[in-house]
């Protein structure tokens, strides 16, 4: 009798074992975080023409203060910023983008045979990307920029944190740890590039570029950072296959 139990206890350990790996095994064939990342820059780089619609120079007065979307510039030039062109911008391609994966993902689960329950991450980066779009737009739109201590640049901006918070749903969703940390580092590029609260710690300060492209450093340094990601994620899924 002893021997039968422990052999029992035996077996049951190992299809547990078992059962375990293959939970592992499946959950790694139902990865493809390579391809929002990449996605995702692709968009945050083909963003720059929008913010470049959105800012011109107006003649100011820089005693009577920045109002209405206005950011002062030293020198006396005023640079007039204007949300809706890259509000639209971000609310169409996040729609578009996160369909896009979710296409992607079901296409991959008929190749492979096994799915993914993608759609968590989907329906939140959709709902995150509208809600940080709008109010983007609307904070330089509708004057509500002087609310904000680190001005147009960083409200104009914001929409990139709602891709590093669809990505902590992500992670979760495919269990992925390497993904998790992603996340969090992106999480903080994207705090950068709004500023942090002003604009001399954003990653724009320093690039001695004209007023009207001070936006461009914080979109190449994003977007670059979810391209490189992409690849790195690219390559290990190749190295698992």
Do not use: K
């Not at 994966?101 to 079901?106: G, H, L, V």
């Amino acid at each position: 009798m002893t021997d039968r139990s422990a052999a029992s206890v035996d077996a049951a350990r190992q299809m547990l074992s078992t059962t375990r790996q293959l939970t592992r095994r499946v959950r790694r064939a139902q990865r493809s975080t390579w391809f929002p990342l990449v996605l995702l820059g692709l968009v945050v780089v083909a963003a720059a023409p929008f913010y470049r619609l959105g800012r011109y120079v107006v003649t100011c007065d820089p005693a009577l203060g920045a109002r209405g979307g206005v950011e002062i510039i030293s020198g006396g030039a005023c640079i007039q910023v204007v949300g809706w062109p890259v509000g639209v911008y971000w609310i169409v391609a996040f729609v578009l983008a996160y369909v896009a994966i979710a296409a992607f993902y079901a296409y991959r689960a008929s190749r492979r045979g096994v799915g993914a329950r993608v759609l968590p991450y989907v329906g939140s980066g959709i709902v995150a990307g509208l809600v940080f779009g709008v109010a983007s737009a609307w904070a330089q739109q509708l004057d509500l920029v002087g609310y904000f201590p680190a001005g147009p640049v960083a409200v104009g901006l914001v929409p990139l944190i709602s891709i590093s918070l669809a990505l902590f749903v992500l992670s979760w969703v495919e269990r992925n740890w390497p993904l998790l940390a992603f996340a969090v580092g992106y999480l903080v590029v994207a705090l950068l590039a709004c500023g942090i609260g002003t604009r001399r710690l954003g990653l724009n300060a320093g690039w001695g570029l004209a007023p009207t492209w001070s936006f461009l450093p914080s979109l190449v340094v994003a977007g670059g950072v979810l391209l490189l990601g992409g690849v790195g994620f690219a390559l290990a899924e190749r190295r698992r296959v």
